[in-house]
């Protein structure tokens, strides 16, 4: 079974400093893994996703990912925030199939 | 191109009524999912479905919930005689495919009271 674990529910970080969010995961097989994130009272959007290829996925708004299979981890970095970026955040995980699992979230707290 | 519409944002209903939450898929999207947000919590599998077919709905609460997704019209996630319980923000998402990433709605937040 998949199981996804995001390490930290809050992080707050002062505007323009670097951040990461921390995801852990656990599966059988291959995996293909995805970051959303969520605006107070929105849906999530799709910030990046990796399914094969180079290990380090770019993806929108600055943020990017690093798939570290040895790990299992799949950490969310930004080097630079803003004020716009405090939001939820959250980490899933596929098998390949249509079942996607979500962690807990995090929460981005940006402070001026 | 619209994304992927839920409707209502918010519904209100007494314990015992019935629930209907809305969804319609993006445009070219033939994969619809189900999940449940609550407080504090991340997001619940709850079921996946394709025209006319449940795929998977293994997240489903054995009673009172159903959902379909015809051949015409939007997917309907149905909760009867809803309990206090069953509050909290319902998300709808589409896919083209296997592993695109999911279109999330904006959500219908349901209050049981």
């Known amino acids: 079974a998949q199981s996804v674990t995001q390490l930290d529910s809050q992080v707050p970080v002062f505007e323009e400093a670097p951040v990461e969010l921390r995801c852990n995961y656990s599966?059988?097989?291959?995996?293909?893994l995805f970051w959303y994130v969520q605006y107070p009272n929105q849906g999530l959007q799709l910030l990046l996703k990796?399914?094969?290829?180079?290990?380090l996925v770019k993806g929108i708004n600055g943020f990017e990912a690093e798939f570290n299979k040895s790990q299992t981890s799949f950490h969310l970095r930004k080097p630079s925030v803003h004020i716009s970026d405090t939001a939820e955040y959250f980490c899933?995980?596929?098998?390949?199939?249509?079942?996607?699992?979500f962690g807990a979230g995090t929460r981005l707290f940006v402070k001026a | 191109n619209a994304g992927v519409m839920q409707n209502p944002r918010h519904l209100v209903r007494r314990r015992g009524q019935e629930a209907r939450l809305r969804c319609s898929p993006m445009?070219?999207?033939?994969?619809v999912y189900w999940y449940r947000q609550l407080p504090e919590e991340g997001l619940k599998f709850m079921v996946y479905l394709q025209k006319e077919n449940i795929i998977d709905e293994s997240g489903m609460p054995k009673e009172r919930f159903s959902a379909e997704f015809p051949k015409e019209g939007p997917s309907i996630l149905r909760i009867q005689q809803v309990v206090r319980g069953d509050s909290a923000a319902y998300f709808c998402?589409?896919?083209?495919?296997?592993?695109?990433?999911?279109?999330f709605g904006s959500g219908t937040r349901l209050t049981v009271v």
């Open positions: 599966s059988s097989v291959s995996v293909y």
């Open positions: 990796y399914l094969s290829g180079s290990t």
């Open positions: 998402a589409s896919s083209e495919g296997e592993n695109y990433g999911y279109t």
């Open positions: 899933a995980v596929s098998n390949g199939g249509f079942k996607t699992i």
């Open positions: 445009k070219g999207h033939s994969h």
